[in-house]
């Protein structure tokens, strides 16, 4: 049985290298994906390219949509138009965005007694990171989910958070990436299968006792500060 058979799955920060694999997972387990991001043509790309399933309980129809998050455009837009479409919200990923819990979303994944998972990266192709900046990155993030968790448990909304260090994607220098292996217990970089195995186990009814976690997915690295 497919984790998300059926399910409207809307994933922001879709139109990154951790978006195009968590969405491809999302669709081969039965999802109906929904792409948001900034970059029309990557969201049209990854689109294409995830597999349909055509089932009776699955018509595998997809949707990219093109939306700056950091822009003042109402969120309630894009919900309309994702309501529209599947008249549905289960799930909500963020990943490194932020699409706001309020109004016609809230009331969406209240409905279908939905999830929110909220991932924060490292580095997110960026240049340098330090451990200090990783250690605040990580206790916002936790504080923000147990307080999303707290607000949104009397609507059966569960909000759960996934924080990944650093990745084989990740466009850092030399001494960056050996930063981490020497601290990273495990020794290793994080492979974007590892960060969307664990998003989508916090996104499926498997995790339908757990709200208000911070799953770190980063080697170890947050047991050394």
Do not use: C
Request: aromatic residues 4%; charged residues 20%; negative net charge.
């Amino acid at each position: 049985m497919k984790r998300f058979n059926d399910k409207a799955v809307i994933v922001t920060g879709a139109d990154s290298s951790l978006g195009r694999v968590t969405a491809m997972k999302l669709a081969r387990e039965g999802a109906n994906v929904i792409l948001v991001g900034s970059n029309s043509k990557v969201l049209q790309y990854i689109a294409a390219d995830l597999p349909e399933d055509h089932t009776w309980i699955n018509s595998g129809n997809h949707l990219a949509i093109t939306y700056r998050l950091d822009q003042a455009t109402p969120s309630d837009e894009l919900v309309t138009h994702v309501l529209q479409k599947y008249q549905k919200i289960d799930v909500l990923i963020n990943i490194n965005t932020s699409l706001p819990l309020e109004g016609s979303l809230v009331q969406a994944l209240a409905q279908s007694k939905g999830s929110v998972v909220n991932v924060g990266l490292l580095s997110d192709n960026s240049s340098e990171w330090s451990l200090h900046d990783y250690q605040q990155q990580n206790h916002q993030l936790a504080e923000n989910t147990k307080q999303l968790a707290l607000t949104h448990s009397t609507n059966g909304i569960r909000v759960n958070a996934v924080n990944v260090g650093l990745t084989a994607d990740d466009r850092n220098s030399h001494d960056s990436r050996q930063l981490f292996l020497q601290h990273s217990p495990l020794g290793d970089l994080v492979s974007l299968e590892d960060a969307s195995e664990a998003i989508t186990f916090l996104a499926s009814e498997e995790a339908r006792m757990i709200t208000g976690v911070t799953l770190p997915v980063d080697g170890g690295l947050s047991l050394t500060y």
